[in-house]
């Protein structure tokens, strides 16, 4: 924001300051609270109340000097929230960052042993030797999608699931090894994000992150693939790793938001 400082409404922002300054550690709180919890002086937070309370977004608390906010608040982001699904909301977060963090993004589920491509969008660059189009599989051991969302299972469903079907090897790097497998899962739980080079099809390079539910199960993850020759793998990683948290952060919290209301989607 602090290079479109000209283009900030202030009293906009300061409307929300209000809003915000409740929570639910303080679900009520007087005109001197609110003025102290938002950075306002005591009259402007006073108009402002008087003209949210107009509104229907905050009202008194009967018997008291206390406001407290309404219902209609949820309007705000509820009804943008539930009525699309995960991939809708995600793919806008992915095409926002292709082609400057990468060829491709995608978002994927698991499903048994493999990972669902819900989504996948191209900087045109696509091979014709990959399909990842939506509905398209891929084997879960073989890919960073699948290790991203593997790896925060309990360690005996990880292995349930990567024992319910045969381990090839997909190229020259694909791990196959049980053992090498749990091991690179307890790497990729550790640092939050799962990394591939060239194991899943030669030459594309992934980062792949989970998305988890409001109880904290992955139900879903995002990755970013390029091909190998556009960078080195450490200048890749670097790059897209903190883009992929981000938007698995921001479709977690989408989920924790929403109540249960946005699906993670349906398998094709």
Known sequence: MAE?????????????????????????LTIS???????????????????????DYLCPVPGTKRFRLTLKCLELGFLALSSQDLRTHATPLLLDRIP?????GS????????????????????????????????RAYG????????AFLPEERQIAILESTERVKLS?????????????????????YAVSDGENAYGLQTVAAPVFDPSGVPVAGVSFTIDSGRMPLDAFVALARPEALL????????????AGTISVGSIR
Not at 100 to 104: L, R, S
């Open 247 to 258: 938007v698995a952060e921001e479709l977690t919290r989408a989920l924790r938001n929403s």
């Open 33 to 55: 609270e609110v003025a102290g919890r938002a950075g306002l002086d005591r009259g402007t937070a006073f108009r402002l109340i008087h003209t949210l309370v107009s509104l």
């Open 107 to 138: 978002l994927g589920m698991l499903d048994g042993a493999d990972v669902v491509y819900l989504e996948r969008v191209n900087a045109g660059t696509a091979r014709g030797d990959v399909d990842r189009r939506p509905g398209r599989r891929i």
């Open 143 to 150: 890919a960073a999608l699948g290790h991203a969302q593997l």
């Open 4 to 28: 479109n400082l000209k283009n900030l409404v202030q009293s906009a922002a300061k409307v929300f300051a209000v809003l915000r300054a409740f929570d639910a550690a303080a679900p009520q």
């Open 172 to 192: 020259e790097r694909t791990l196959t090894d049980l053992d090498a497998l749990i091991e690179r899962l307890r790497q990729v739980r550790a640092q939050g």
């Open 100 to 104: 400057a963090v990468a060829d491709a």
